[in-house]
């Protein structure tokens, strides 16, 4: 049974940076389709940003320009940077991953599958 853990949450203030890690055990991110997920007030996971492990990236407009989503093949590890933290970022931030060996690679081919995998979350909190 594969498992994500996610790492580097913490508090900083508006303005920082924090970089967000996802290990996996019991498969490889390879091939796949991987995303940053946040949990919103409402209690929704909403798609921050999905690369595919040979694609181009996507982001959601609120974070465009100050989150990068990399994948290291060598370490097999999703990444999430973000800089320039603003208030409405703090959040829980999940990392998903789904075998994609065809590329595809959007937020809803992750969201509602029971064959994507979900960490745990790591919690990041934005002081003002």
């Known amino acids: 049974q594969g498992q994500l853990e996610e790492s580097g949450g913490g508090s900083v203030q508006a303005g920082g940076s924090l970089r967000l890690s996802c290990t996996t055990s019991?498969?490889?991110?390879?091939?796949?389709?991987m995303g940053w997920y946040r949990r919103t007030p409402q209690k929704v996971r909403d798609g921050v940003a999905v690369?595919?492990?040979?694609?181009?990236?996507k982001y959601a407009d609120s974070v465009k320009g100050r989150f990068t989503i990399s994948y290291d093949s060598d370490r097999d590890t999703l990444y999430l940077t973000m800089n320039n933290l603003k208030s409405e970022d703090p959040s829980m931030y999940y990392c998903a991953a789904r075998r994609s060996t065809g590329g595809v690679c959007h937020g809803r081919y992750l969201q509602g599958h029971a064959d994507t995998f979900w960490g745990q979350g790591t919690q990041v909190t934005v002081s003002s």
């Open positions: 019991g498969f490889t991110l390879r091939m796949s389709c």
């Open positions: 690369m595919h492990s040979d694609g181009e990236p």
